[in-house]
């Protein structure tokens, strides 16, 4: 999570529980809410950091040559493998 927050405003517990709503739409704007018990700070109110996307299949350069990429498109992935049925015996 990053540091740069715009603004921050500090709150007692019974002004986050009445004004909740609008109080996470600031904190989702950027401000820090700091909500306090007895005065002392007890936790904050901020945005939550987007998630990073998954790269997509294919997108990431590993190194291979254009024939070893070609290569992999030819195998059938999801055809038995002889050694694991000698072991396991076939699948249903």
């Known amino acids: 999570m990053t540091n740069s927050v715009v603004n921050r405003t500090v ?9 909740l709503s609008e109080l996470g739409k600031r904190a989702a704007a950027g401000e820090e809410i700091v909500v306090t018990t007895h ?6 109110l901020t945005a939550v950091e987007p998630r990073k996307q998954r790269p997509l299949p294919g997108s990431i350069d590993i190194g291979l ?12 992935w999801f055809a038995p493998d002889e050694e694991i049925e000698l072991l396991f015996g076939t699948r249903e």
């Open 39 to 44: 005065g002392k700070p007890t936790f904050r």
């Open 65 to 76: 040559t254009d024939r070893e990429k070609e290569s992999l498109d030819s195998i059938d």
């Open 11 to 19: 709150v007692s517990l019974y002004e986050a529980k009445t004004h």
